[in-house]
């Protein structure tokens, strides 16, 4: 991927997690309620996200098909860590405090969390 993705075309990517390979106007029908963006600005987006290499298409007879190229989970990943580095410093710790105190964490996430430190400690006595 060339370059940082934009509120506008993460939505558009977005609809391409959720489903593809799909049409360009198909695209526009999902963002419909979400956004009163002209069919124009989604096929822009869509050729731009092409541009950065986020996006992929296919010829299908006189449509183009769009698919991600990026998946979801390593976006998410690079995001978080760019965030991480630029708001806290690269440390971890007080985001979660944030949320704990902001009463942001449900038992679900605590419980996670737990998993999540346990498994890397179990990997720490391993390395």
Do not use: C
Request: glycine share 4%; net charge neutral; proline share 2%.
């Amino acid at each position: 991927m060339n370059k940082d993705i934009s509120q506008a075309e993460l939505e558009v990517l977005k609809v391409l997690w959720a489903r593809s390979p799909i049409s360009a106007n198909e695209v526009v029908i999902a963002l419909a309620d979400a956004s009163a963006w002209h069919e124009k600005t989604v096929k822009t987006l869509l050729n731009r996200l092409v541009a950065k290499e986020a996006v992929g298409y296919e010829k299908d007879g006189r449509a183009y098909l769009y698919y991600p190229l990026v998946q979801q989970a390593d976006y998410q990943q690079k995001e978080s860590l760019s965030f991480i580095q630029r708001v806290l410093s690269g440390r971890i710790a007080p985001l979660v405090a944030g949320f704990a105190k902001q009463q942001k964490l449900d038992a679900k996430d605590v419980a996670e969390l737990k998993q999540l430190i346990a498994d890397w400690e179990k990997e720490q006595k391993h390395d």
